[in-house]
């Protein structure tokens, strides 16, 4: 079957590669629909490592192919969303409502990581019957596939910062990320969505997806504006949707006593993240940091495609652009260098 991997560190490209089998417990998917993430282009860039041919993607949906003796849930035919992460649900950390950090701090992220991704003709899934989720007739595969990351990663967003109803957010860059931590901040009851964003096109969907205000960082001052915006006390909730030192600061800054800083962020360089200690109440102001990898899981999916199909969210009008499979260079290319204006570009598999 034909794949497209990081041949190495800076590399990228297609390669046939042999038909995955599934163990007992797992199941192979015919891929129909993928999404290109920003984690790819780090992963690319040398993120977590050097990697030698591996399969990239984690964002795909698709029909069953074949399970394991043990798959009680799925069959062949059946049309599923895969979780971009992938725990291994017997592990303690999983048992304990952390299934992404299975088998170590981020260790439920496997695919283009530590096994072969979904930019292939079929994949494979590890734990089939609690790591897919069946897609309902009412919601389109290229609907669906919001789930598997941008959905449950912004959602986290939103979900971790413990948002008081009638609160206050502020969501510090509004890629797919930050856009769908904003609508999942309003499905939470906030009063007031602040986002941070300077791209119009961006700017206008998170207006959409129901910030109130927006705030450019390329001509204002974020920290500034947040706390006019607020009449001085600062926000409840501050969502980091970057990984970058200066939203994680403003974060902190614009964060009020007794309120979260909710990390959704990749920090990718140096070796520490700095807090400014100050705004941080010297340690003592009872501002709280969260921290998050997308979670996964069949319950979580299944919620998911729930709010899909009663339409409360149209993550659909972040796919800025199509390519069918065999032009996944070009694709890539566009989201790795945020081409033409790009926000999610959607791939079609024959
Ligand atoms: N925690 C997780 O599980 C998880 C999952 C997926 C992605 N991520 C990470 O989330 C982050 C966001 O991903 P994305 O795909 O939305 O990224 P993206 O690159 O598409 O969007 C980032 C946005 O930040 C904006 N920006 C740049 N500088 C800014 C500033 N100073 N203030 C405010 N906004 C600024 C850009 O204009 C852009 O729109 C990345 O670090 C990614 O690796 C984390």
């Known amino acids: 079957m034909k794949a497209f991997v990081m041949r190495e560190i800076g590399a990228v490209g297609f390669m046939d590669k042999p038909m995955p089998k599934p163990g007992p417990d797992d199941a192979i998917v015919r891929t129909t629909k993928a999404l290109i993430c920003t984690s790819d282009s780090h992963t690319v860039g040398g993120g977590i490592g050097q990697r030698h041919n591996l399969t990239l993607g984690h964002e795909a949906v698709g029909v069953v192919h074949e399970v394991g003796s043990e798959v009680e849930v799925f069959h062949p035919g059946d049309r599923v969303v895969v979780g971009a992460i992938t725990p291994d649900w017997g592990d303690p950390a999983a048992q304990a409502g952390y299934g992404s950090q299975s088998g170590g701090p981020l260790g439920g992220w496997k695919f283009s990581n530590t096994k072969d991704g979904v930019f292939a003709e079929y994949f494979h899934v590890n734990d089939a019957d609690a790591n897919m989720a069946k897609i309902p007739d009412g919601v389109p595969d290229e609907m669906a596939v919001y789930c598997c990351d941008m959905l449950s990663t912004g959602f986290m967003g939103a979900e971790h910062g413990n948002i008081p109803i009638g609160g206050t957010v502020a969501v510090l860059a509004e890629g797919p990320v930050g856009l769908m931590a904003t609508a999942g901040a309003r499905l939470r009851g906030a009063g007031l969505v602040i986002g941070v964003e300077a791209v119009p096109r961006r700017q206008e969907l998170a207006r959409c997806y129901g910030a109130d205000e927006i705030v450019d960082f390329t001509t204002e001052d974020v920290v500034g504006r947040i706390m006019d915006l607020t009449g001085g006390e600062g926000v409840d909730t501050a969502i980091e949707a970057l990984g970058a030192d200066v939203t994680f600061q403003t974060a902190v800054k614009v964060t009020k006593p007794g309120g979260t800083i909710s990390n959704t962020g990749y920090f990718?360089?140096?070796?520490?993240?700095?807090?400014?200690?100050?705004?941080?109440?010297?340690?003592?102001?009872?501002?709280?940091?969260?921290?998050?990898?997308?979670?996964?899981?069949?319950?979580?999916?299944?919620?998911?495609?729930?709010?899909?199909?009663?339409?409360?969210?149209?993550?659909?009008?972040?796919?800025?652009?199509?390519?069918?499979?065999?032009?996944?260079?070009?694709?890539?290319?566009?989201?790795?260098?945020?081409?033409?204006?790009?926000?999610?570009?959607?791939?079609?598999?024959?």
């Open 268 to 350: 990718g360089e140096g070796e520490f993240v700095r807090i400014p200690r100050v705004e941080w109440g010297v340690g003592m102001a009872d501002k709280t940091i969260a921290t998050g990898l997308c979670p996964g899981g069949r319950l979580r999916m299944e919620r998911l495609l729930q709010i899909l199909e009663a339409g409360r969210v149209d993550p659909t009008l972040m796919t800025t652009h199509r390519f069918p499979f065999d032009q996944m260079e070009r694709a890539f290319e566009v989201s790795d260098k945020k081409l033409d204006d790009v926000i999610k570009p959607l791939i079609t598999f024959s």
